[in-house]
């Protein structure tokens, strides 16, 4: 159980294709949205879909995966943990951000892969 402390494990799409950033260390970062989708019937009995977006990143060799493989619509299922992190804009406001730090991405898309 110790391992389950924070993981996160999504099955959705991709909303835009990777951000690719190299960076001086000679790491590799990808950043990019994906939207899960839940649907359920309401007391009414109408069918209700609610979208949630996540944002991920990627690093080192997962990264080099999705900038091979993802585009955006394309199907994934990932598995990481959630980071937080802050930062202060332009104009002095501290912003807070969520993201899914992944370490493992399965793509679940029907079409061959060139």
């Not at 990777?18 to 790491?27: A, D, R, S, V």
């Not at 009414?44 to 990627?58: L, R, S």
Request: no cysteine; net charge positive; proline share 1%.
């Amino acid at each position: 159980m110790y391992a389950l402390k924070n993981k996160v494990q999504l099955i959705g799409n991709l909303g835009k294709s990777p951000e690719i950033k190299n960076l001086e260390t000679g790491k590799k970062l990808a950043r990019f949205s994906m939207a899960t989708s839940e649907t359920y019937r309401n007391q009414q009995g109408e069918k209700v879909t609610e979208t949630q977006w996540h944002n991920v990143i990627a690093w080192g060799k997962v990264a080099e995966i999705a900038e091979k493989y993802l585009q955006k619509g394309s199907e994934i299922a990932i598995e990481g943990k959630l980071v937080h992190r802050d930062y202060t804009d332009n104009t002095g406001v501290k912003k807070y951000i969520t993201e899914v730090q992944v370490n493992e991405i399965l793509l679940l898309d029907k079409k061959e892969m060139a």
